[in-house]
């Protein structure tokens, strides 16, 4: 069985110019991702998926290079059309599609993702933060009813995807043409490896995380 991890980068961000090379501490932001990558005992191959060729010196040992059309840069281009592109250069039996700009997801928060999506039992997995709160949706409440106020911990906790990884079978994608297939295995992460870096005040506090060591 092989598995295959793409992590697509452009370098022309729009809303945090240049963050994926920015320095995050002492290193550029993508190498967090990277490194835990490279990590996982049961990846065979991490890719970066990206159309600058300047990028390679910035990669650490393990992670390869694969040059993108430099049309997938645009500002209007779908993630479906960078999976397609990959999973058409790179076959593999299962995909790990992961983003740069969530620092902090831990290698064995992946490697557990993996392990469930390669015994067979799910078809797919993603990465989620668990939300125990009062929610609303569309105008009303979403996990409790106004007549009665429960206890924060007896609510229907709400999980959010984050944008650390999505994890799915080739046929999955093939077929259904989706990143979550039918029998999603939810990777539950805690608030620091939720962090997703898509604005100027989320970078800073990734660098006060850093800084504070709390990502260790």
């Known amino acids: 069985m092989k598995i295959v991890a793409l992590v697509p980068i452009r370098l022309n961000s729009q809303r945090v110019e240049g963050k994926n090379l920015r320095l995050l501490g002492r290193r550029p932001l993508m190498t967090y991702l990277l490194e835990s990558l490279v990590a996982a005992r049961n990846i065979d191959e991490v890719y970066v998926y990206c159309s600058d060729e300047s990028i390679k010196q910035y990669l650490p ?11 997938l840069d645009s500002n209007t281009t779908l993630g479906e059309e960078i999976y397609n592109a990959f999973t058409k ?3 593999a039996d299962i995909y790990v599609l992961a983003h740069a700009t969530s620092p902090f997801i831990r290698t064995s928060t992946i490697e557990q993702g993996v392990d469930k999506v390669a ?26 009813s106004l007549e009665r106020i429960p206890r924060t911990q007896d ?19 093939l077929n259904k043409h989706r990143r ?3 029998r999603p295995y939810t990777a539950v992460t805690d608030r620091i490896e939720s962090m997703d870096i898509d604005n100027p005040d989320d970078f800073k506090l990734a660098e006060a995380i850093v800084a504070a060591k709390l990502n260790k």
């Open 61 to 71: 040992k393990g992670a390869s290079f694969l040059k993108r059309d430099p049309k």
């Open 89 to 91: 250069e790179v076959e």
């Open 119 to 144: 015994s067979g039992e799910y078809d797919s997995a993603f990465s989620a933060e668990k939300v125990q709160t009062f929610t609303w949706w569309q105008g009303r409440p979403l996990n409790y």
């Open 155 to 173: 609510l229907e906790p709400v999980y959010v995807e984050t944008s650390a990884f999505f994890i799915f079978r080739r046929e999955v994608w």
């Open 180 to 182: 979550i297939g039918d």
